[in-house]
């Protein structure tokens, strides 16, 4: 049971996965029920839920919903769209990476909350300013991955299309793009949840709507209710993205999961 | 005619301050269809040698010719199966095989003719290989064997004049090998090409070999060639000739000679003394 690296059966996975996630739950129901704390600090399940209730009925959450996927996505999406070419060079081209990653490991370390002003002043307080938040705290860390991703194509492989005659574009299109894909979905994925981290803090810009403000705004009011509610429905559409991805992978790239 | 042709190549690795001569002054020539296996101590420079001749990496001081032409780049005429991770996962064993055909290099000047002549070479090449029912597997599902099997048959499949092998069975088990020798010199002989092979293993050096090129290490050179005085068609039994066994003692005696590293027994005996004490 205790095997390092062990196996476990598909069934016994989902029932300790489906209990992971019950046991926080029923902890927090009871503590709430007994009423040993104070509800503004803890909300009930209960309250959660009727919060969302009454926001879906009344409050538009689904607009909100929807402006924020929005938001989250086409920041995530143009940074992808630059970091996907830029991170295939930085790890093909040793002279691209000496003048590239020095200086992108160099704004990674910046937070992009700091960054804020800066936004407002150029891009001004619209729909771009909080796309463009998203951008700057995603992009830096998305390119040195994909970089790392172009990396780890192994040698052999390139070598041998160069003594099959490969020319270098060839090279590119036919051995390191296709060898680095499943690990590029994957950094797509995992960069596709910082994205989602950034939302609150993108939201802070002159916003009326969306999740991160709707956040914001609750704790104006002190409704922890709403707050919650609003970390959860993070929560579930991040959870629900996820598994998008790993589906995407499992249908696209089938010769990874196959095995004798 | 020579296939190909080294002389005086010298390889200096520069690796920050320090710098290694990988190999000093090698001269050697190779004939049109020959099979010559290199061997040596580590660090003697097989892999350097071989990697020089693909055109992998570039000579320091030197030439090298491979069909009367300076090698200056990797090129289709001389193609070369790696020790392993070289296939493409993402293909089928087919589609690995077939993958040189569609590179520029290949479809020039390209009829209807060559393309139907293409899927059938794949086919037999497959067949040769032992490989005909797993034509549409991918790699990982196969044993290491079978993955250098369709190595071996992509590497063939543009009819190569050359066919420069580094260690190709260094990861497979003792008894695939042997299976695997006889399948290499078999095909080499039908497809008429010449061979260079890196291996460290002595008695595959000679098994295959028409002459071992026996390499020593700091500076990487070649110490000494050997022709194996055994028949062009080699068999099992002949690993137990007098002629073999003969060459490998002779062999294996240089490459200790020449590999700098010894048992020193003397100590062994110092610190098993002082462990029981």
Known sequence: MWKVRGWLSRRSYWTLAAAGLALPLALWATLTAIGSVNRVFLPSPYDVIHRIATWFRDDELLADVGISCFRVIAGWALSALVALPLGLFIGTFRVVQALLEPLTDFIRYMPAVAFIPLVMLWIGIDEGAKVGIIFIGTFFQMVLMVAEDVRRVPMAQIEVAQTLGASRSEVIDEVIIPSAKPALLDTLRITMGWAWTYLVVAELVAANSGLGYAIIKAQRFLQTDKIFAGILLIGAIGLLMDQGFRLLHRLAFPYVYVRS | ?277
């Open chain 2, 1 to 277: 005619m020579s296939a190909i042709r080294c002389r005086e190549v010298s390889k200096l690795f520069r690796d920050g301050r320090a710098r290694v001569l990988a190999l000093e002054n090698v001269s050697l020539e190779i004939g049109e269809g020959e099979f010559v296996t290199l061997v040596g101590a580590s660090g003697c420079g097989k892999s350097t040698l071989l990697r020089l001749i693909a055109g992998l990496d570039e000579l320091t001081t030197g030439e090298i010719e491979a069909g009367g032409a300076p090698v200056l780049s990797p090129g289709a005429d001389r193609a070369m199966v790696f020790q392993n991770y070289s296939l493409y996962p993402w293909l089928t064993v087919m589609r690995n095989v077939k993958f040189a055909r569609q590179l520029s290099a290949h479809t020039r000047d390209r009829t209807s003719v060559d393309v139907e002549a293409a899927s059938g070479r794949a086919e037999a090449l497959l067949g040769l290989m032992g490989l005909a029912q797993v034509a549409r597997a991918y790699p990982s599902q196969l044993s290491g064997g079978m993955q250098q099997r369709v190595a071996i048959a992509r590497a063939l499949m543009t009819r190569p004049h050359i066919l420069l092998m580094d260690e190709p069975f260094g990861a497979l088990d003792a008894q695939t090998r042997e299976v695997m020798h006889d399948l290499i010199l078999h095909v080499c002989r039908l497809e008429g090409c010449t061979v260079v092979f890196v291996t460290h293993d002595v008695d595959e050096a000679i098994y295959l070999g028409d002459r071992v090129v026996l390499m020593a290490p700091r500076p990487g050179r070649i110490d000494s060639i050997h022709t194996v005085p055994l028949p062009l068609r080699r068999t099992l039994a002949m690993k137990h000739s007098a002629e073999f066994l003969d060459l490998r003692a002779r062999i294996l005696e240089r490459i200790r000679e020449t590999s700098g590293l010894r048992t020193d027994l003397e100590l062994l005996e110092k610190l098993s003394k002082y462990a029981s004490a």
